[in-house]
């Protein structure tokens, strides 16, 4: 029994090693030649792998976040107007656009995500969100991501299949919808004090958005980058910088070439942007104290609004049933 006990002892130890140094080889792709493949890697190969490693994660985008549209239009459907309470509606629209923001934070895939009042601002991804539907018990939203060079990034992924006909489908794709409902029993639970309910619906956002940039190349991302400069420069000074971009009849914008390092034109406004992001910066601190405000009172407002749908629902139950009892 003991040496059976020792023989099991030496192949489990023999398969950990195996599999730590399966995934010491893993760090670098095996050579087609099987013989270069065996054995443990060099330091000089490992360092090779650390250093394009570093390369790809080097390269994060700036995403600009407006705040949500509201759902108040006018292709709203009446009965959804009618139970829309419109200063609530447009709170909201603030703290959405606050949740994603953290949301896309936490992901660690970019390099700073920021709430901003409108489209106009400057970054390297935007997306854009649309509240459909938010009744307290049911949350639904809508999403676009585009890229500074215009592109649409939701339809791309929907239509990358559709060949010739992505530009009659893509029209439709264009944005991505999540919907999330709430129960009673989240607030009944005492584990989920202090937590959003709605959390679910931004975190979902947050990992599909990072699904569209999994394909984005280090040459990309810095290419966005250089747009995302020279589109500031030319909104400051578009004779100076404007030959450096081209605008497809599509709307999309292209990189031609790049000015000089050492222009003074340049110099001046990458300062210029500077002070451009600090105002922004601290508009986050702004968007953040409203969140934090607002957050109390939407819980509040929240739990009730399903208090009262589950006496409406219990209600309609009860009036079902003595329908049903008076035709019997």
Not at 120 to 147: F, P
Not at 157 to 167: E, H, K, P, V, W
Not at 209 to 219: A, H, K, P
């Amino acid at each position: 029994m003991n040496i059976f006990f020792r023989r099991l002892v030496v192949g489990v130890v023999s398969v950990c090693l195996t599999g730590c140094n399966a995934g010491i080889q893993s760090l670098v792709k095996p050579s087609s030649n099987a013989s270069t493949s065996i054995g443990p890697l060099t330091s000089s190969q490992i360092e090779t792998h650390r250093e394009l490693l570093k390369e790809r994660q080097a390269v994060k985008l700036d995403v600009a976040i407006p705040i949500f549209d509201a759902g108040l239009n006018s292709d709203s459907s009446k009965e959804d107007v009618e139970n829309v309470w419109p200063e609530l509606r447009r709170a909201e629209a603030i703290r959405f656009t606050w949740k994603l923001k953290e949301a896309l934070e936490r992901t660690g895939h970019f390099s700073t995500v920021r709430v901003v009042p409108d489209r106009n601002a400057t970054a390297e991804l935007y997306v854009l969100g649309r509240i459909i539907k938010s009744t307290g018990e049911d949350v639904e939203i809508g999403v676009q991501v585009y890229d500074i060079t215009g592109k649409d990034l939701v339809t791309s992924s929907r239509t990358i299949n559709f060949g010739f006909l992505s530009t009659v489908v893509g029209q439709a794709l264009s944005e991505k919808s999540f919907s999330h409902s709430v129960h009673q029993k989240f607030f009944d639970d005492l584990r989920n004090k202090g937590k959003d309910s709605y959390q679910p619906i931004f975190d979902k956002s947050a990992n599909y958005i990072t699904s569209l940039l999994t394909d984005v190349s280090t040459t990309e991302a810095n290419t966005l980058k250089n747009i995302s400069d020279l589109r500031f420069a030319a909104n400051m000074s578009n004779e100076g910088f404007s030959e450096h971009l081209r605008t497809a009849e599509d709307g999309i914008v292209s990189l031609v070439s790049m000015p000089s390092e050492n222009d003074t034109t340049r110099k001046k406004i990458r300062s210029i942007r500077v002070r451009d992001q600090l105002f922004v910066d601290k508009l986050q601190a702004e968007y953040q104290a409203f969140n934090q405000k607002f957050a109390k009172t939407h819980n509040v407002w929240q739990e009730q609004t399903l208090v009262e749908a589950a006496a409406r629902s219990k209600a309609r139950g009860k009036a079902a049933g003595q329908a049903i009892g008076a035709v019997l």
